[in-house]
């Protein structure tokens, strides 16, 4: 069988062919469930895991025609594998990696459309083939006065079906989670904004220049050199970095030092954005990494076109609640909850209990590397706490029963990039200097 992706000649890109694509996947979900439903009523055998397995594939079909923000959501949920049944954590993993390219007409026009010329006259040497395919956008392999070169081609449309998905989805998910609009404006608000920058190549050439520059000084960090003037709206070029991503490293059995300097890379690389440079790059899934056994261990960093600006109120407070302080003085987990809005000042006694207890048994878990001298990921013992930890906040009647979100906004992207960096570090096995002060 061959499952090597197939190229797309054309994107859903308006509004209501968005939509019919949605209604589409909707009525074949649908469909698997009564096919497997029926086998069950006349005795056949019809395995839960299968269901889950052709509803993935199907959904993840859509994903992959649809691309933009709704892939983004694939990819953000392959992250967090806890949360979902191994078929579609597996399927959506594929997000991280490789989904159907536009085929070789698309991709000249995009050029055509930016630079007058075709690749094959931009570039000395251009692969029309991409090497890789995501969300946003798709990788080709280029040369120009020999250098190699990656060129990242968006795909038409993405930043208009963006708001449209938004708007698409909105309506349903408040109808179906019960939750009032004005509530969540803030959060959609924050989401679509980090999903917009994301189409701005101009702002992620920009960014990934200064992140760059700021970061030389850190050990085993490898970045590309942008190339403006063969860069456009929807086109960025900069240099192909080597390495190799991480399912793909993993296979070739490196050494526990080469993890653990890789590891030690990655979590420098992190503690310095969010400490001194107040930014962090907020994508941290196995794609946008490349790694390599040189110099003892190096990582390559791709894509910074979602990076979270942290203000400095929301940077202390976000170290104000991981400070190992905090956990043993009650008044202060209070007033930290209370700035970062989980507590409110009409919540009952009990509740504002509740959620004081809650949050310093996940503070308590979550933080724990931040709050010795060294870290261990590779103890399974470990993630599989932070597991059992969220399988049991889901089954809390009082978080079940409280459906509006709490917290600031700023801490959905925060929280993403922690759980992205603690699942790489913890696939890497490594173990880490993650206070050398102590």
Known sequence: MDDTPKSLTSLPTTKVARAARFAKTGLNVGANYVKHYAKRAVGADSPTEDLHAANA???????????GSVLKVAQMLAMEKNLLPTAYADQFAQAQYQTPPLSGPLVVKTFREAFGKSPFEVFDEFDIEARQAASIGQVHAARKDGRALAVK???PGVADSIRSDIRLVKPIALRVLGLDEATVRPYMQEVETRLLEETDYALELRRGQHIAATSAGLAHLQFAQYYPELSAARILTMDWLPGQHLKEFLATNPGQQVRNQLGQALWDFYMFQLNELRQVHADPHPGNFLLTATDGGTVGVLDFGCVKEVPADVHHLFTALLAPETLIDPARLTQLLTQAGVLRPDDPVARRAFYVD???????LVGRPF???SFDFGDPAYIQSLYALGDDLMQQPELRQQREPRGSEHFIYLNRTYVGLYALLTELRASIRTNPAE
């Open 358 to 364: 809650t949050m310093r048994a996940s503070l308590e």
């Open 153 to 155: 081609v968006q795909y």
């Open 371 to 373: 709050r010795q001298p």
């Open 57 to 67: 594939a199907e959904l993840y079909g859509t994903l992959s025609e649809m691309k």
